[in-house]
Every structure is written in C-alpha cells, then in structure tokens.
C-alpha cells in the first residue's frame, strides 16, 4: 500500500503539501525528519515531515519525495506545537516560521549556494557522486545547488551535498559570508621511536641538563596518562605549553629531537569543557517567598508573572527553578529579550549548570546554531 507524507516547505504558502513515498524509504520516514521534495517544474526543497497517512485526497498531483535526509527528527512535537503557536498568533504561515527557525545547514533548497572548502582533506575514499560534485566546484567556485543539478545526471543531489556538508568539504555561501573555517587544535603524541619505553627511558637521562624540556616531556607523560594506561589520552600543545609555562621554542627543540610530532584534530565549537560547578547561593526572605507564591500558581496554571525592579534577585530564583525542573529530568527554555544580555546570564548559569547548558542566537554563526540544534 502506497503511503503519504504532508510537508512544511520553507516557503509563506499557507497550507501543507501532501508526496508520497516508496516502501526502500518507509523505515526512514518519521513526522519531524527532513525530506527532499520536488516543487514547481524545476525547484525543490528540503522539507520536514509533519504527518503520515495512508490516505490522499488533494486536488494534485502527488509527486514522490526524492530523498530521505534523516534517520531521527530534527524537529519534536513539543516544537511543532509552537510553530503551530506562532503562525496563529503572528499570522504567518509555519513555512515562514521554518525560515526564520531552522538553520541554512539543515534546509538546503535550489537556490542555495555552496562553494568548496580549499583546505578540505579526508583519508576516507568520497563517492563517485561527491568527488563529481567537488570536481565541479572547483572548476567554478561558488554555484547555485540548480546549475549543479543541470550539469550532473546525480538523481539526489541534495543527499550528496548534505554528505559533502557534514564532511566540511563544502560551506553554505551564507556560512562563507561569515568567514567560516573549520575550527581545528593541535595535538600532541609521542613519535613512534619516543613511544617505546626503553627510549623513553634514555630520554629522561639526556634531558637531565636541559630542565625545561624535561619539565615538557613529564607535564605530557602526565597529561596523556602514558604509565596509567595502554590508552593515551589526546593532549592538546596549547594546554602542554600553558601548564609548563613554556615557549613554543622549547617545544620546537622537542620536535627537532624526534620526541614529539603534532597533528590537527577537529573540535566541536559548542562549549565542552568542564566547568567547576558551585553550589546554589541560599534564597534571602523575600526571595523564598517569591519562590515559594510560583510554585503555588504553577498549581493552578501555567503563567506566572515574576515583578521586580533591577537587581532585585529574579535571576536568583530563575536558576533556583531550574535546578529544580533538570533534578526532575525535565528541559528549560530561557529566553532572553535582547542579545547583549547574553552574557552575562550565560555566565552566571554556567557556574550553576556548567556543559549542561547550550546557547542559541543569530549573532552565532550559521555552523554554531547547526551544530547545537
């Protein structure tokens, strides 16, 4: 039996459109993924999913999907619900809201522009498609994802340059614009000569009059946790040469002797790192009070107004009530009425929360927001 999907295109069209698919994509399909549909005689976007049915009744033709994009959605019901919200009470239609929502690494569509990555490696072997895709971006930099489609007979294209996106081989030319690179640390290691112990072992002793080296190699021996473990832990140069106090000339000597070799590592640009958590500061009087009255009203609805002049402690009780939702497994939206406030808020949230909390606004760039979405 055939099935049918209806879609949000990211377009002001005021109402859903409805495609079918075939039975090889069924198991992909699932309300909030993306989909790749055909729009108009030559156009096509990514679209999402927002219902499946095994009935049609439209006043069209039904045209197939021509890719499945993702295996788990990237949109919840919870969100739905709010863009539902948000058209209503804006009256505009969800495709606007998808527009403005959704990052442009996660919506490709015709017009979308894309350029080559020039420091682009890979050890792993691209596919026929994707080396075709590159080839041709290098002969012209920056082209419209349609003169790519004229150009090659590649059936879904849009699956490839989603493929080429996420192996940094290309940018979105909006991603360009802001000067994107992909964002890389050096890393340390042994080189395999330096690596075995019996060398190791002389290493100490000829570096015994070279105290600054020494201090380097046994800050590293610490760091990779080489005698705790036959599994080194990655240490960045950065970090070495921080917690040594050490110039970069010193490390140079290192790398000269064949003791050390440094590699690039990609890193993620979402905030990582362990933060020292501290505990809650207690609640003064009226702070308690305050916090006390909004658990009451959050018994009989699900609004409440908390009033206070500047630098009356709200934020205080905010992380207070936080804390409480994420101890009971749940998930907080905080949202802030203008960028600048950012942060400082952020700040001190993350003294409280630490990794636990993500930051998202349009003053990041295109890749930031992709990737914390």
């Known amino acids: 039996m055939k099935k049918y999907v209806d879609v949000i295109l990211p377009l002001p069209i005021p109402k859903n459109f409805t495609y079918s698919f075939s039975g090889e994509q069924e198991e992909g399909v699932q309300i909030g993924c993306r989909v790749v549909v055909p ?5 096509f976007y990514t679209a999402i999913v927002c219902g499946v049915h095994e009935w049609v009744s439209t006043e069209y033709e039904i045209k197939e999907i021509s ?7 990237v949109l919840l019901p919870v969100q739905f619900e709010f863009w539902r919200w948000l058209a209503d009470y804006y009256l505009c239609t969800q495709g606007d809201i998808y527009k403005a929502a959704i990052p442009s690494g996660l919506k490709l569509e015709s017009e979308t ?3 080559c990555n020039p420091d682009f490696e890979t050890e792993e072997p691209l596919s026929a498609n994707e ?17 790519l489609q004229k150009e090659s007979e590649i059936k879904d294209l849009l699956t490839v340059v989603k493929s080429l996106l996420e192996k940094e081989a290309i940018y979105v030319k909006e991603e360009l614009r802001r000067t994107y690179k992909p964002k890389t640390e050096i890393r340390v290691r042994f080189t395999e000569e330096a690596g075995q112990e019996e060398r190791l072992k002389s290493l100490f002793d000829e570096l015994s009059h ?9 800050k590293y021996v610490e760091l990779s946790g080489y005698m705790r473990s036959d599994t080194l832990k990655e240490v960045s140069k950065k970090a070495l040469l921080q917690q040594t106090s050490t110039s970069p000339a010193i490390f140079s000597e290192l790398t000269g002797k064949h003791v050390f070799e440094t590699y690039y590592r990609e890193v993620g640009r979402l905030d990582k790192q362990t933060h020292p958590i501290v505990p809650l500061n207690p609640l003064n009087e009226f702070q308690q009070k305050a916090f006390n009255k909004i658990h009451t009203v959050f018994a009989e609805k699900q609004v409440c107004l908390l009033h206070g002049v500047t630098s009356a402690g709200k934020t205080e009780i905010y992380i207070h009530l936080i804390e409480e939702t994420i101890r009971q497994k749940k998930q907080v939206l905080y949202l802030l009425p203008e960028i600048a406030l950012t942060t400082q808020i952020t700040e001190r949230l993350r003294r409280v929360f ?14 930031e927001r992709t990737e914390i979405w």
């Open 39 to 43: 729009f108009g005689r030559k156009k």
């Open 67 to 73: 890719a499945v994009l993702d295996t788990s959605p």
């Open 113 to 115: 522009v894309i350029v």
């Open 131 to 147: 080396q075709e895709v590159l080839d041709s971006l290098r002969k012209e930099k920056e082209q419209p994802i349609t003169k």
């Open 210 to 218: 070279a105290p600054k080296q020494l201090a380097l190699l046994m």
């Open 354 to 367: 630490g990794s636990r909390l993500g930051v998202y606004h349009s003053k990041f760039p295109d890749v």
